[in-house]
Each structure stands twice: as structure tokens, then as C-alpha cells.
């Protein structure tokens, strides 16, 4: 009986786990990929790590998707978000910024945020700059497992703003830590709310 008892236990559990999975995981895959761009001040791109003074896979993928973004016209200015990280050289802000100047984008139409730490922090301060430039909406560019996240954090912080979905790294093992990353994320800021 207490064997029984006990292996109904860890299918319920199973289940359970399951099912808050798909709950969670669905409406981020869902996100990332039919979210599209709406015309704006600004594109506000989210920092990531660098590799020296490169950015990284996932941040160039962000840094190319911002750069086809602004060529199509979408937005006349760019934000880039992101301090320097303890493991990081120079600022996730200024490296972006470099590359975006190296890609055609005229530094005169960059703004950079070097004060960032968290998604939640490069959105406040990025929104102190769209206030301080007069913008009033922006698209926000990320990886698509990180798009749903960033939306619902803009929302939560009066940011008028649509998504434009950077893909993921051509990478599954990463590309899974991301989606298992941005699901426990999510759930903790459905669960905590902020």
C-alpha cells in the first residue's frame, strides 16, 4: 500500500512538473517567435555578456537583428543597455556600441546605458533616456527566449513598446539553458511579480 502510495505520489508530482513547464515554456516560444516590431522613436537592445571585447553570440545576434531594424527604418535611434560586468572589460553598452558604429549606425544616433546590471534595470534606465529624448515608444530587441520576459517587464514599468525577436545562437545546448534560464525567470516574476 505505501509502495503504491508513494509511486502515485511522484507521478502526480511528474505531472505537475510537467504541465507548470508547458504553462510557463509555451507562451515564451509562443513570444519569441510571432512578436513582431512596430515603427518607434527607438530600439532599445539588452545587454549580454562580451568575449573580451567582442560581444557574444547571443549579444551580436541582438546587435545585427537592432542594425536590420534601424536600415528598414523602423526607428531613427538606438539604445544599448548593459554595464561591465565583473568577468567583462569594458561596458556591454560601449562594446555594443562599437559594433553598431563598425556596422554604418552613425554614433550620433546611439545612446548608450552603462549602468544596467539586470533586464529589469536596462529597461528603468533606458526609459530614463527615452524620457529625457522626448521618445515615447520603443522596440525592444532581445534573443526570442528572453522577448516575453522583456515585454512583461516594460509593461510592469509603463514603457510603451513593441518586440523584435533576435534569433538564438545556432546551438541547442544553449539554446536550452536559455529557454530553461528564461523559464525559471519567468516563473519568478508571475510567482514575486517583479
Do not use: C
Request: proline share 4%; hydrophobic share 45%; charged share 15%.
Amino acid at each position: 500500500m505505501k509502495l503504491l502510495l508513494h509511486q502515485r505520489l511522484r507521478h502526480y508530482l511528474l505531472l505537475l512538473i510537467i504541465i507548470t513547464v508547458a504553462v510557463v515554456e509555451i507562451p515564451i516560444i509562443a513570444v519569441g517567435h510571432l512578436t513582431k516590431p512596430v515603427p518607434s522613436d527607438t530600439i532599445i537592445v539588452l545587454g549580454a555578456k562580451l568575449i573580451g571585447n567582442q560581444p557574444s553570440t547571443m549579444l551580436r545576434l541582438r546587435l545585427d537583428e537592432a542594425i536590420q531594424l534601424y536600415n528598414q527604418g523602423f526607428a531613427p535611434t538606438i539604445i544599448v543597455s548593459g554595464a561591465q560586468g565583473l568577468d567583462e572589460i569594458a561596458s556591454e553598452a560601449s562594446i555594443m556600441h562599437q559594433y553598431l558604429v563598425a556596422h554604418g549606425i552613425p554614433s550620433e544616433k546611439i545612446y548608450l546605458e552603462e549602468k544596467s546590471y539586470n533586464t529589469h534595470q536596462n529597461l528603468l534606465n533606458s526609459k530614463t533616456i527615452m524620457r529625457t529624448q522626448g521618445f515615447r515608444h520603443a522596440i525592444i530587441v532581445s534573443n526570442a527566449s528572453h522577448i516575453r520576459r522583456s515585454l512583461v517587464l516594460a509593461q510592469q514599468l509603463n514603457i510603451e513598446a513593441s518586440g523584435s525577436p533576435a534569433p538564438m545562437a545556432d546551438n541547442a545546448y544553449l539554446t536550452t539553458k536559455q529557454y530553461a534560464r528564461e523559464g525559471a525567470a519567468m516563473l519568478s516574476l508571475l510567482v514575486f511579480n517583479k
